[in-house]
């Protein structure tokens, strides 16, 4: 069982960064590769980033590549993600998520075993 706690949302102008963070509650972080999915109000839930367990590779979806950064620590069972250049429609909830797989995390829809309670953003313009 692996259970994950985001923190790091609120409220910031257009422009402005954030950085979130997930926190997971299992012995074995680094066997687990690790996502960032959003979801607006009225919309379906959709993928942010994701992160594999040891060689760190990253992926991004279109509308945050170049704006955010997703990154992790083994040593302190948390991943990161940095939110530059916020815009109004990046406000969603953001949801951490762990998958022994990384196509778990990637696949539409994603298929993954574990998911936090979601962190709020919200971007005004």
């Known amino acids: 069982q692996v259970q994950l706690v985001e923190s790091g949302g609120g409220l910031v102008q257009a422009g402005e960064s954030l950085r979130l963070s997930c926190v997971a509650s299992?012995?074995?972080?680094?066997?687990?590769?690790m996502g960032w999915f959003r979801q607006a109000p009225g919309k379906e839930r959709e993928f942010v980033a994701a992160?594999?367990?040891?060689?760190?590779?990253?992926y991004y979806a279109d509308s945050v590549k170049g704006r955010f950064t997703m990154s992790r620590d083994n040593a302190k069972n948390t991943v990161y993600l940095q939110a530059n250049s916020l815009k109004p429609e990046d406000t969603a909830v953001y949801y951490c998520?762990?998958?022994?797989?990384?196509?778990?995390?990637?696949?539409?829809?994603?298929?993954?075993?574990?998911w936090g309670q979601g962190t709020q953003v919200t971007v005004s313009s």
């Open positions: 299992v012995r074995t972080f680094s066997a687990y590769a």
């Open positions: 992160i594999t367990r040891t060689d760190y590779r990253t």
């Open positions: 998520t762990a998958d022994l797989s990384i196509a778990k995390i990637t696949s539409t829809p994603a298929k993954s075993d574990y």
